[in-house]
């Protein structure tokens, strides 16, 4: 059961794309709205000594969108703990970049039982403190030409008179280290109705600070990059504090997207995180990587 397929997930089309084989790591992609493209091709190589899992998320890419045009952080919840239950996997091993590692925890907090180990990557915290100040943060680093730019196009975009790529072509330069990273992004498509859904639910009910003591058995590792729009400073005080068993490893010269910017390395820091079975070689300085 290998390659890209749709699986009837609760009376709807999940586009799950299957690499490889041995044991499962499930691929959680970031940008609310977004696919599983962002991944590919930089983590294929993973694929030599595991299975790779990845899907668009509900709406997202080829996946068919909801019934009832309503998208939430519990709906992808439920896909997700429905996906795990139709691949026939006991425990999953999460890999969550960006909105990914917010649904990673947001699972694990509710599905203890079934997570191995959790590889969390640009991260954003353990509430929507962190979602908000990734905003700000992105905000201090536009200029007011761009600012106003992108005020036109958001007003633009809302009567259909410019689209998303619009934006994020103004956008992404900020969310990597070297611009030279972007052209090694997948162009990836973006539902701008689950984004804003999406977004407006981690703003009213991203809350996981009473859920946390059932993450202590799960081994969890974050994977920051040094210029990351919320740097490893920020993710010590957003995450890290909250869950102090988790690991950070600090990504040099990286931004938001590590994958993208810096695939080799964390195809190594995965490879490692996900056969090793003593995390404790992980208590370390940010700079052993």
């Excluded at 030599?48 to 996946?63: E, H, M, N, T």
Aim: hydrophobic share 40%; glycine share 6%.
């Amino acid at each position: 059961m290998t390659g890209e397929k749709f699986i009837s997930i609760d009376g709807q089309r999940l586009n799950v794309n299957i690499i490889g084989d041995g044991e499962p790591i499930l691929f959680l992609h970031g940008v609310p709205g977004s696919e599983h493209r962002f991944f590919l091709p930089h983590v294929i190589p993973l694929s030599q000594q595991f299975k790779l899992i990845l899907y668009d998320q509900r709406g997202c890419g080829k996946s068919e969108p909801s019934k009832q045009n309503h998208y939430s952080m519990e709906d992808e919840v439920n896909t997700l703990e429905l996906l795990r239950i139709e691949l026939g996997l006991q425990k999953i091993n999460l890999f969550g970049e960006s909105w990914g590692s917010m649904l990673a925890l947001l699972y694990a907090t509710k599905y203890p039982g079934r997570v191995n180990k959790i590889l969390l990557t640009a991260s954003i915290g353990v509430t929507k403190e962190g979602f908000e100040r990734f905003g700000q943060e992105l905000e201090k680093k536009i200029s007011e030409q761009e600012k106003v730019k992108l005020s036109e196009l958001e007003k633009k975009l809302k009567i259909d008179e410019s689209s998303l790529d619009d934006i994020l072509n103004i956008l992404d330069p900020y969310y990597v280290f070297s611009r030279e990273a972007l052209k090694h992004k997948e162009k990836i498509s973006i539902n701008n109705l689950v984004n804003q859904s999406i977004g407006r639910d981690i703003l009213n009910n991203y809350d996981l600070t009473a859920k946390l003591d059932l993450l202590s058995k799960i081994s969890i590792l974050v994977a920051q990059g040094s210029h990351d729009i919320l740097t490893p400073e920020l993710i010590e005080d957003l995450l890290i504090k909250f869950i102090p068993h988790a690991r950070l490893i600090e990504i040099e010269n990286c931004g938001h997207w590590t994958v993208v910017e810096r695939p080799e390395e964390m195809i190594r820091i995965a490879h490692e995180f996900f056969k090793n079975a003593d995390n404790n070689i992980y208590r370390c300085d940010r700079a052993q990587f």
